[in-house]
């Protein structure tokens, strides 16, 4: 079977989507909007005016990507936004693209060192100079963007309309794999900042209960869009609800415990903390936030 569009592939979660949106763009303008997006729909369709349709990876119709055979499938061309640290996926993927398939790396390895916007080749493994000593920073969303050139693709950063208000929005949650500011220090935020009168709302996720009664769960995200709609600042430990917040336009007050903030923060305005650097306790979160309100006041 031989497919007329374009197949891009992403497998990340919902903070690496919201990082990629100016790839997702930069790619749109470039193909007329002739793509079909293939990974976990319910983050790819928070994107979906990108894309000419979303497939789900969790369709068993999949599944040939991933075993040992080569489908006998081809593509116009496919590209694949992600990991991929042995090229095995890029070998095989790469034979059912009959034009030459596109590889962006998702984020920079901490190693990772690129002078100026220099890649010898898209895809290829060495593609960045490894030397940590002299490592210069990109953000996520700068790092792919900097590869579209060697495709021969402008890069169009998307912009992020500001939509900060009054309004404060805590985000506790658990920490699974990553290490997270206790939950229970964002729900005593919430009560001193209600305690001085600040309009302060709680998003539970998923697997938290809080003793906040007025607390709010959406369990799809398009309602979660929804809800940020009014705007305001959101407080989080580093999560893929900040990294939507700020691309919904929130101001952004993100603690970081395991990664580097300069690489991985919300795209949009934001404060951005570094756990073992900054100052990180209640007093000092309850004055940045109010300092947010100011500023936005002003």
């Known amino acids: 079977m031989h497919h007329d569009e374009i197949l891009l592939i992403h497998l990340g979660g919902l903070g690496d989507m919201c990082l990629s949106e100016s790839t997702f763009f930069s790619f749109s303008a470039h193909f007329n909007g002739n793509i079909v997006a293939l990974g976990y729909a319910r983050f790819l369709r928070l994107l979906r005016g990108y894309f000419k349709r979303i497939e789900r990876i969790e369709s068993a119709r999949w599944l040939p990507l991933f075993s040992q055979y080569t489908p006998d499938v081809t593509w116009e061309r496919i590209m694949f936004i992600g990991k991929d640290r042995e090229g095995a996926l890029r070998e095989k993927w790469g034979r059912m693209s009959r034009e030459p398939m596109i590889f962006i790396e998702m984020y920079p390895e901490e190693r990772f060192t690129v002078h100026g916007s220099q890649f010898t080749e898209i895809g290829d493994k060495k593609s960045a100079i490894r030397n940590p000593q002299s490592a210069t920073k990109y953000h996520v969303e700068d790092f792919q963007l900097m590869q579209l050139a060697q495709c021969g693709i402008e890069a169009k950063k998307k912009k992020v309309t500001p939509n900060i208000s009054g309004r404060v929005i805590l985000y506790p949650e658990k920490g699974f794999k990553k290490e997270k500011w206790h939950y229970e220090n964002l729900v005593r935020l919430y009560h001193s900042l209600k305690s001085k009168g600040v309009d302060v709302h709680m998003l539970k996720s998923m697997e938290l ?30 999560s893929g609800m900040a990294h939507l917040a700020g691309t919904c336009g929130l101001h952004t007050i993100t603690i970081f415990n395991d ?20 100052i990180i306790d209640i007093p000092s979160m309850e004055i940045k936030v109010l300092e947010a309100i100011g500023n936005n006041a002003r």
């Open 209 to 238: 209960e809080t003793d906040v009664k007025e607390a709010v769960f959406f369990e799809e995200l398009t309602d979660v869009v929804d809800f940020f709609k009014d705007g305001g600042i959101f407080v989080s430990n580093d």
């Open 259 to 278: 990664f580097d903030p300069d690489i991985w923060h919300p795209r949009g305005s934001g404060t951005w903390l570094r756990s073992g650097k900054d």
